[in-house]
């Protein structure tokens, strides 16, 4: 029996990374970060995260986030591209998948451009 | 008769963007920020930026932060990658290149990935 919660979800990225501002990056943490702000450097794909970020339940379906000007394989792609930076998780209930922003993502990347004191 | 001050740098980016979960994205706004995101989703340039964003004194010279494992010519691309983004300025002083986060940039940056309330 399928479970019609199952959650399409990748691991939730772990953030110690320091403000970049604070210390210089080591070679492993550049290629992690790289990757989260490679995942927001498409002008699409940042639409569709501000659109999950941005809608008012906190979690927004993919019917809900579509209109961005690209068809919905696009944002299909584009969905999957977030969720394996780790910046958002999707669950699916019946015939929709639900998004959200993965938590604590927003507060780690913002403590990582916070300026230096 | 040449200036030895120099200045090489690219007119700093304004921004005036929501904080991408406060409200959905314009278009306009998303190609803009897709571009900053863009010039920090290189590993190495990522760890050029945090070089200078580190550095004690504020500013670094070139010299201060090409040992990333790549030519200097290399360094220079990446250099001038971030000036385009509006995210680093440049000042030429006799010899030597100087480069400094642009004012504002990062809490600006910060402020879009703030979580909303």
């Not at 943490?29 to 990757?35: C, F, K, L, V, Y």
């Not at 993965?102 to 403590?111: D, S």
Request: charged share 20%; glycine share 6%.
């Amino acid at each position: 029996m399928t479970n019609p919660m199952e959650l399409i979800a990748e691991p939730v990225a772990e953030f110690p990374c320091p403000p970049l501002g604070a210390a210089e990056l080591s070679a492993a943490d550049a290629e992690r970060m790289a990757g989260m702000f490679k995942a927001l450097a498409d002008p699409v794909r940042l639409r569709l995260f501000s659109r999950v970020a941005a809608h008012h339940s906190g979690e927004a379906s993919v019917c809900d986030i579509q209109n961005v000007g690209v068809s919905q394989p696009t944002v299909s792609h584009h969905l999957k591209k977030l969720r394996e930076a780790g910046l958002i998780i999707s669950e699916r209930r019946g015939t929709w998948v639900y998004c959200r922003v993965a938590p604590g993502v927003l507060p780690a990347m913002a403590r990582m451009l916070a300026p230096k004191d």
